[in-house]
């Protein structure tokens, strides 16, 4: 089991109908129905005005609620077991508050070989899986599922309690709505809000697979798949889990190889990093990471400088700065391509319109500037219109006396 993520024009899954396995047929066929049912340009959050990304929110998500923000603030992975929890060994019949809160408790069921037995953060596992509401009733029996543990592959109370299981250890675990499928639940089979208690196996520890070792088409299958979980965590508003998500199926798309890839095989990983880049800034957005979502629609552009999405939320990202001379050009660039988008057509017009008052306010502070510098008193000119003439008078007398005397001078010295 992987995590990815992108937007409209693949196709996302849909948690909420399909089961936690990510890589599980249900997945591939939820993507599909997505496919078939996406708009290019669907518009979610409408009512939020001051949404940077309402176009699109991602590249392969269509129709279907946004649920509301979870109001968890920690990174991924930041809310692990304590230390002391990690290390210590775990007798049967004793309940293990995994994060401290009492929303995520572990009790060992059967005991496993050994604390050394644990499977480390990186490395993939597989378990067999059944979750149960709090009535009992069973909404999951998964006999082996696999996931690459500490990627979020899988619910959080799953990929935080697998951390702390030994292998061949049975184990169950009760947990709050907040780590499985949070408030807006699983249709059909899963409420809103609903708690869940898991009964889990551990059978299988091995190390991740070599990056570098993979084949071409291994390595789309693992980003599509880390893809695929960001898509989900961005529906679910967990704007974080995406991120993460998102950066995993980069990093996995841009490591090294050691095996040729075909040029269709180079081109499919392009198209794939592209979507990633641009859930990964419509996610950044919802954050308000504004410079790291500009890095990542660059990104984009340098691939496909025609890329509508990345030169939408460019624009807008700049003209959420003030850059409204560098902000527009985009958007007439992303409204020369898809000339009918409403969305684009209304953001520009919104755009041009603050320019033009900035300009206004610009203009008129200049001319406050000059109008200050003009105003200052300039030297007095005499107002009589005689006293030039009267000047020259004297002065010529003066001039014509000299020479007289010194005509005087000159006579009585000779």
């Not at 059967?110 to 050394?116: L, R, S």
């Not at 509401?133 to 309690?161: H, I, K, N, R, Y």
């Not at 709505?177 to 889990?200: F, M, N, W």
Request: charged share 25%.
């Amino acid at each position: 089991m992987a995590s990815g993520g992108e937007g409209l024009a693949d196709g996302s899954p849909d948690w909420a109908d399909t089961s936690i396995d990510l890589s599980s047929p249900g997945l591939a066929k939820a993507s599909a129905s997505m496919l078939d049912s996406g708009e290019d340009f669907e518009v979610l959050d409408e009512d939020d005005d001051d949404d940077l990304s309402e176009l699109p929110p991602l590249e392969d998500i269509g129709t279907g609620r946004t649920p509301p923000a979870r109001d968890d603030t920690q990174a991924p992975g930041s809310e692990q077991a304590p230390e002391e929890a990690s290390n210590m060994p775990q007798a049967a019949e004793e309940w293990l508050d995994v994060l401290g809160s009492g929303l995520l408790k572990k009790k060992t069921l059967v005991p496993g070989q050994g604390v050394a037995s644990r499977p480390r953060k990186g490395q993939d596992v597989t378990v067999r899986l059944k979750a149960m509401l709090e009535d009992g009733s069973v909404v999951e029996d998964s006999p082996s599922l696999s996931f690459t543990l500490g990627d979020c592959d899988v619910m959080q109370a799953l990929d935080l309690c697998v951390q702390l299981m030994e292998m061949g250890e049975t184990a169950s675990i009760m947990s709050d709505a907040k780590y499985c499928y949070g408030p807006q639940g699983r249709s059909p089979d899963i409420p809103h809000h609903a708690a869940l208690t898991l009964e889990v196996q551990l059978l299988a520890v091995q190390d991740a697979p070599d990056l570098e070792l993979l084949r071409g088409r291994e390595k789309i299958q693992l980003a599509n798949r880390k893809r695929e979980c960001g898509n989900f965590y961005y529906q679910q508003a967990d704007y974080v889990l995406a991120i993460n998500s998102y950066d995993i199926a980069l990093k996995t798309i841009d490591s090294s190889s050691k095996v040729d890839f075909s040029p269709e095989e180079e081109a499919e990983l392009l198209e794939v990093k592209v979507k990633c880049l641009n859930n990964l800034a419509a996610s950044q957005l919802k954050l308000d990471h504004y410079e790291a979502a500009l890095r990542s629609c660059t990104q984009v552009l340098e691939h496909q400088p025609e890329n509508i999405k990345a030169l939408f939320r460019k624009g807008k990202v700049l003209a959420q700065q003030g850059e409204y001379s560098e902000a527009i050009p985009l958007l007439k660039a992303a409204l020369k391509l898809e000339p009918s988008n409403k969305t684009i057509h209304a953001e520009l017009s919104k755009l041009v319109k603050k320019h033009a008052e900035q300009k206004n306010v610009e203009s008129a502070m200049y001319r406050k500037m000059l109008g200050n510098a003009s105003s200052t008193p300039a030297p007095c000119k005499d107002k009589s219109p005689r006293s030039i003439p009267w000047k020259w008078l004297f002065g010529a007398t003066a001039v014509a006396l000299g020479g007289v005397a010194l005509s005087v001078v000159i006579a009585a010295r000779n």
